[in-house]
């Protein structure tokens, strides 16, 4: 069965500092691993995704993550933190049902302060 | 804008009851799945439908049932309903091409079950 592990159900930064949130994750397979962003009374948008090509992946908004199979992690990063990232993320990863059904974590809130 | 459109956006049943959700995709999306959010978690996968029929399924009871229609509108049925069908679900749908389809999400329906 696959998982997604997400550390800290809440991170706080200030803006302008860096934003980094933590999956690992575990597959039986080759994963495909994405990261999903939800703002309040709205549905899940898609940050990024990898799907076996480059390690590190560029995202929507100044987001990076990179996969490390060795560690088995697909952390989220961002250089410098603004107000609008406030937000929660979900680590997601695709299930052996197909690439468009997604084992996701529990979520991680971001909460930024001036 | 994601283009799928979820209605109601909020519905209030009485345990034991049956309940509608309805979803609209993108015109052309083959695809649509069904998650459900409980409060403080990941979505969970429930099930998914591809071209009319079931395709893949999750661990949710057959009282969770689901119709795909060929004008791209999709319902979510839930009968029986109990206290812990409490959630937000949300409908997901994408053009299947076998690999790196992308999903487009709905902001979904808060259902509460008194």
């Known amino acids: 069965a696959q998982s997604v592990t997400q550390l800290g159900s809440h991170v706080s930064v200030s803006e302008g500092a860096l934003v980094l949130l933590r999956c690992n994750y575990s597959?039986?397979?080759?994963?495909?691993l994405f990261w999903y962003v939800q703002y309040p009374n709205q549905g899940l948008q898609l940050l990024l995704k990898?799907?076996?090509?480059?390690?590190l992946v560029k995202g929507i908004n100044g987001f990076e993550a990179e996969f490390k199979k060795s560690e088995t992690s697909f952390h989220l990063t961002k250089p410098s933190a603004h107000m609008s990232d406030a937000a929660e993320y979900f680590c997601?990863?695709?299930?052996?049902?197909?690439?468009?059904?997604?084992?996701f974590g529990k979520g991680t809130m971001l909460l930024v302060s001036p | 804008e994601t283009g799928v459109t979820q209605s109601p956006t909020h519905l209030i049943k009485t345990r034991g009851q049956q309940v509608t959700l309805r979803c609209s995709s993108q015109?052309?999306?083959?695809?649509v799945s069904w998650y459900q959010q409980a409060l403080g978690q990941g979505p969970q996968f429930i099930f998914q439908?591809?071209?009319?029929?079931?395709?893949g399924r999750g661990n949710f009871p057959p009282r969770f049932s689901g119709l795909q229609f060929p004008n791209y509108s999709s319902e979510l049925n839930v009968n029986a309903l109990e206290l812990d069908d409490s959630a937000l679900y949300l409908c997901?749908?994408?053009?299947?091409?076998?690999?790196?389809?992308?999903?487009?999400f709905g902001s979904g329906t808060q259902l509460s079950v008194l």
């Open positions: 997901a749908s994408s053009f299947s091409t076998g690999g790196n389809e992308k999903l487009f």
């Open positions: 597959s039986s397979v080759p994963p495909y």
């Open positions: 990898y799907t076996s090509a480059a390690t």
């Open positions: 997601a990863v695709s299930s052996l049902l197909g690439y468009s059904t997604l084992t």
């Open positions: 015109s052309g999306h083959n695809t």
């Open positions: 439908y591809y071209r009319e029929e079931e395709n």
